[in-house]
């Protein structure tokens, strides 16, 4: 535990935690979180986040949250780019490790993916690499996953608007990632306050096994929060 949160801390400091743009300053935000679902287990806590744009073409992201109970995840990305067609065509580079206490399991996972983003929509594909290590037996377990990643997402105004809503589809956040198969949805949006401040939400829901047929644990998610800009939003 004093390891996750020197590494918590470090992160955050350092390095938005959504990933859902490229700022043109650098950026710290904070979220509260609350999650349920359908076994009526419920979660709550905070999610922190960071990007540091370096130069023109490279970008250094992190984020971290703690839920309670006991569920904790830090990841970092770094994230080159560069100007195709009027968009934003982008290489993600990504580390997560997760762990749920409740059920003695941590998960680390690596993921490597590209993408295309314009004003008004974005779309990324790319693939994981996921250990799970499960201790909740006599003795430890060790599972490994291979699968396909993707991100969708479109806004009825461009990025740039003073404030924004957003519909997206996704099989990863910051904090976790599922089968290719367990699609999350979001509804997210914006408002800035000024120049710097940005106010944030996000609604989110999943059915797990939905895709693959099988009967799933439903789930629903809100978070908000705020972002502050180290210079002027462009």
Known sequence: MKRFLTILLTLTVLFPASGQSWPEKATVSADGVFRTNSLKQSFAGLDLGASIPIGEYFTAEAAAEILIPGIYAVSATARPGFTVGGGRFFLDGSILHRSLKEYETSQLAG????????????????????????????????????????????????????????????????????????????????????????????????????????????????????????????
């Open 111 to 234: 993921a490597l993916s590209a993408g295309y983003k314009r004003q008004y929509f974005s779309i990324q594909f790319g693939a994981y690499a996921m250990k799970v290590y499960d201790r909740s037996e006599a003795r430890d377990n060790l599972s490994a996953t291979i699968d396909f990643l993707y991100r969708g997402s479109a806004c009825i105004k461009s990025s740039e608007s003073k404030w924004n809503l957003g519909v997206a589809v996704s099989n990863y956040t910051p904090y976790e990632i599922e089968h290719m198969w367990s699609p999350i949805f979001f509804l997210f949006g914006h408002f800035d306050l000024s120049d710097r401040v940005s106010l944030q939400g996000e609604l989110e829901f999943r059915h797990i096994g939905m895709l693959s047929m099988q009967g799933g644990i439903y789930a629903f998610g809100a978070h908000a929060g705020v972002s502050y800009y180290f210079g002027k939003k462009q």
